[in-house]
């Protein structure tokens, strides 16, 4: 028997991975993937290996457009209660963020999850709650488990969901970055499975591992995908194989079929990326926040919105950047005054950086 | 042996992010726990997560009993653990491990 927290092992990885002499780039798509590593130092460790890894566009409440929060401030203003994860609350729109709204005296909740949203419509009948349902394949489902069950009509979401191999296949049809293996998110995969990713490894030939969230699960990733390298292959491997099934969460898939279908949409430091979202099929119309409040949301509908002044966060979404290489990193932008998503959302590189920083 | 394996991720991932005050904070985490009760409609259970807290989660998107060991996501169990044939990946460690005794 042996732990996954085992230095020996992880040190073997290490030296393993060294005596092949790669100049590989490797990124992965998940916060907490990213977090493991800055924590136990595993990205600095790998760098002396010759394997630089880093954080593509794998967190939800970074990819949140600009636009989006505005629609959830709007609504704010227009009296709803609104409702959503604590991280999303902080992130600053064009104008101002739902905290300092709160701050103001307007109705903004952080909840656990959606049913918490629900639990608010439930006793509060008299006003509208609006829940910003925002996540990856793998909140998707919880959003449309609760749709499926009749929530009350005075619940409705501003659907934000998006989907992960969509904007992989974005990044490589850009092309900005050389991507020589992909880490693909534990929990995203256990809904989805190891099929979804295919088409990148066949299409683009780039080798695919999908990881664990454990020191050794990311060294073995690592691994991995450099033996897959040096072999010359290019498939869908998985690490995580102790919880993501190959077929993912079959009952979950079905959940989300049922009530979502896919529709284009614009990520942060992305253009419209093709088929990356889950929009309201027309049988759960009512729960869409954008059609029941149209009136509400008209004077901006057709807005465009700025990024932050000197927010390099889409960049950093695109792997092109580091945090520690953005001018305001640390300086004009910190935790308890983030300019842009990343330093917010406890899964945003920047944020993930400075928490660390001081251990480095 | 695999439950062994899993109960011992579990503690030690649930004190971490507690500590880190995640709970109401992250979207994309996911954190084991045990199903101790199960309610009558089978829409929700009460999960443990080891260190005494414990929370009503919603058990629609798995099959699950009590005893069961799940992956729980805003307040929804997502996966079942400790049933899954994950030889490939602890045969991989255990081929890095008996090399490493060789050398």
């Known amino acids: 028997m042996f732990s996954l927290k085992d230095k020996k092992l992880a040190e073997k990885i290490i030296s393993n991975i060294k005596s092949l002499d790669m100049k590989l780039k490797i990124m992965h798509v ?9 924590k136990f130092g595993l990205d600095s460790l790998l760098e002396q290996c010759g394997i630089k890894i880093g954080q593509g566009p794998g967190c939800p409440v970074c990819v949140t457009t600009t636009k989006e929060i505005e629609e959830m401030l709007l609504l704010t203003r227009k009296s709803k209660i609104v409702a959503t994860f604590g991280d999303m609350v902080n992130v600053p729109g064009e104008t101002q963020s739902l905290q300092s709204m709160k701050a103001e005296g307007y109705n903004v909740r952080t909840v656990y999850g959606i049913e918490d949203a629900v639990n608010l ?9 609006v829940f910003m349902a925002v996540g990856f394949e793998t909140t998707a489902p919880t959003t449309a488990s609760v749709l499926l069950n009749d929530p009350p009509s ?61 020191p050794l699960d990311l060294l073995m990733s690592v691994w991995m995908l450099v033996q897959q390298i040096e072999n010359g292959k290019a498939f869908v491997q998985n690490e995580y194989d102790r919880v993501v099934n190959t077929e993912g969460n079959v009952k979950a898939q079905k959940v989300i079929d049922e009530v979502f279908k896919p529709g284009d949409k614009k990520w942060r430091g992305f253009p419209v990326i093709p088929k ?85 | 042996m695999y439950l062994f394996l899993y109960s011992f991720i579990c503690l030690d991932q649930e004190k971490i992010y507690n500590a880190l005050g995640y709970n109401r904070k992250i979207v994309c985490l996911a954190i084991p726990g045990k199903i101790v009760e199960i309610d009558k409609n089978k829409e929700h259970g009460i999960v443990d997560y080891g260190d005494g807290t414990k929370r009503k989660v919603n ?45």
């Open chain 1, 30 to 38: 998940c916060g907490t993937h990213q977090d493991t590593l800055v």
């Open chain 2, 59 to 103: 058990t629609s998107l798995v099959e699950v009993k009590v005893g069961d060991y799940v992956l729980v996501h805003a307040g929804f169990a997502i996966e079942l653990l400790g049933e899954k044939d994950a030889q490939e990946t602890l045969d991989l460690f255990r081929e890095m491990l008996s090399a490493g005794e060789e050398n």
């Open chain 1, 154 to 214: 005075n619940f409705s979401i501003l659907c934000c969901h998006r989907t992960i191999p969509p904007a992989l296949k974005s990044i490589l049809n850009m092309g900005e970055i050389k991507i020589d293996g992909l880490i693909e998110p534990g929990h995203v995969s256990t809904i989805i499975g190891t099929e979804p990713y295919e088409f990148i490894s066949k299409n683009y030939r780039v080798p695919q591992v999908i990881a664990g969230f454990e």
């Open chain 1, 121 to 129: 419509a439930e006793t509060h009948r008299d006003k509208d709650i």
């Open chain 1, 276 to 360: 990356s979202s889950l929009e309201l099929r027309s049988n759960f119309e009512k729960y869409d926040a954008r059609r029941k409040y149209e009136s509400d949301l008209e004077e901006i509908s057709k807005k465009q919105f700025k990024e932050p002044e000197g927010c390099r966060c889409g960049e950093l979404l695109r792997g092109l950047l580091l945090p520690q290489e953005c001018p305001l990193f640390g300086t004009r932008c910190k935790p308890e005054s983030p300019v842009g998503p990343c330093m917010v959302s406890v899964e945003g590189s920047c944020s993930i950086e400075y928490r660390y920083a001081k251990k480095r």
